[in-house]
C-alpha cells in the first residue's frame, strides 16, 4: 500500500507561483503512475496532472498545460506540483494520489489519495 501526503498549499496573488509536493511511504512508489487532482467547495474533483512511474510520460488537463509541472523523484518517494502564472480559478484543494491503471485520468482509477492542501489565489 502506499500512503500519501501533501504540503506546500498557501495563498499568492495571481500571477504568483506555488510548489506542491506529495509524500509516500510506501515501499512500492515506484511502481504507480501518480497524479494530482484538485477540488473547488461545490464542484466535482477534477484531473490536473499525471506522471508514469518512470517519470517519462505526462499529462496535463488543458486548463494548467503550459503552467503547471509535475515531477516526481523515485529515490526520496516524492512528487511534485510547479504552479506558475496562478488564477483565481486555480483555488481549490489539491490531492496528490498513486495509480495502478494505465494512463489514468479519472478520479476512479487512483488507489491512494492524500488528505489534501489548500491552495487559495487571490485576485
Known amino acids: 500500500q502506499v500512503q500519501l501526503a501533501e504540503s506546500g498549499g498557501g495563498l499568492v496573488q495571481a500571477g504568483g507561483s506555488l510548489r506542491l509536493s506529495c509524500a509516500a511511504s510506501?515501499?512500492?512508489?515506484?511502481?504507480?503512475?501518480m497524479g494530482w487532482f484538485r477540488q473547488a467547495p461545490g464542484k466535482e474533483r477534477e484531473f490536473v496532472a499525471r506522471?508514469?512511474?518512470?517519470?517519462?510520460?505526462?499529462y496535463y488537463a488543458d486548463s494548467v498545460k503550459g503552467r503547471f509541472t509535475i515531477s516526481r523523484d523515485n529515490a526520496k518517494n516524492t512528487v511534485s506540483l510547479q504552479m506558475n502564472s496562478l488564477k483565481p480559478e486555480d483555488t481549490a484543494v489539491y490531492y496528490c494520489?498513486?495509480?495502478?491503471?494505465?494512463?489514468?485520468?479519472?478520479?476512479?482509477?487512483?488507489?491512494?489519495w492524500g488528505q489534501g492542501t489548500q491552495v487559495t489565489v487571490s485576485s
Open positions: 510506501g515501499r512500492t512508489f515506484s511502481s504507480y503512475n
Open positions: 494520489a498513486a495509480s495502478d491503471s494505465w494512463r489514468p485520468t479519472e478520479v476512479h482509477e487512483y488507489r491512494y
Open positions: 506522471i508514469s512511474w518512470s517519470g517519462g510520460r505526462l
